[in-house]
């Protein structure tokens, strides 16, 4: 009742400041450059694992862990998607990389969530209800269970990483939420880019075909069309 009275009272108390915000929202320049960054990056960083592959087989298990911590800030920045490093982790660790690749997305969740508070303004919240009217009723939707509806989203393994966390941040989730949500979703995509890793032969016919097996394409399609239903059903009218 508290966030439905204050979703209604910031409409009618925070002016618009500019036409600006309508055209381009920090937000959504944020927003669409953490989505364009993986697209660019993939290519290199698939480069670098093919190229440097003796390399990454010569790490010791506690490099692997402090490269844990630096892969997380850069999925957290949108540099690199972990669902791409689940499939190095598979090929080069096996299934023990299977919690550093979980602790990854959870570091790289609660990354997003300080950045997202720290670089949005308080008054965002109110200022996109004022310019798309529509958003109030998605925002009440979405308090009223939003760990079920981060479940669905990150159980998909087409719905950009960083792009999701950042809006959930912006929408007023709570990091706890974010967290069980979070981990609740990502664990089976996680689970299947790695197994793809562990199946693998060589790392460069991995990363250029990582769904090439009916397989996996059939549990990827699997996923995406729960997902879809999921997120479809939350946000169907009562």
């Known amino acids: 009742m508290g ?17 600006v915000f309508r055209k381009y929202p920090l937000p959504l320049v944020i927003s669409t450059a953490m989505f364009v960054m993986p697209l660019l990056t993939s290519s290199l960083l698939t480069a670098w694992a093919i190229g440097y592959e003796a390399w990454w087989a010569a790490l010791s298990l506690e490099n692997w862990i402090f490269l844990t911590i630096a892969l997380a800030l850069a999925s957290s920045l949108a540099l690199v998607p972990p669902g ?3 499939l190095v982790y598979g090929y080069f660790l096996g299934w023990i990389g299977l919690p550093l690749i979980i602790l990854l997305n959870m570091a790289a ?3 997003v969530y300080g950045l997202g508070k720290k670089l949005i303004p308080p008054a965002f919240l ?3 209800q004022e310019a798309y009217p529509a958003a109030a009723k998605v925002l009440l939707r979405f308090h009223e269970n939003p760990v079920r509806l981060i479940f669905f989203t990150k159980l998909s393994p087409v719905l950009p990483f960083a792009v999701t966390n ?6 007023g989730a709570r990091l706890p939420q974010m967290l069980l949500g979070g981990a609740l979703g990502m664990v089976p995509r996680t689970i299947l880019s790695l197994w793809i890793g562990t199946k693998a032969k060589e790392i460069k016919y991995l990363l250029e075909n990582p769904n090439e ?4 394409q059939l549990l990827i399609v699997a996923l995406v069309l729960f997902s879809t239903l999921g997120i479809g059903w939350f946000f169907k009218k009562k």
């Open 126 to 128: 109110g200022q996109l």
């Open 109 to 111: 969740i609660g990354l």
């Open 213 to 216: 097996d009916p397989s996996t």
């Open 84 to 86: 791409y490093l689940a």
């Open 166 to 171: 950042l809006l959930f941040a912006l929408a």
């Open 3 to 19: 966030f439905r009275f204050y979703l209604c009272t910031k409409i009618t108390k925070i002016p618009l400041s500019n036409s």
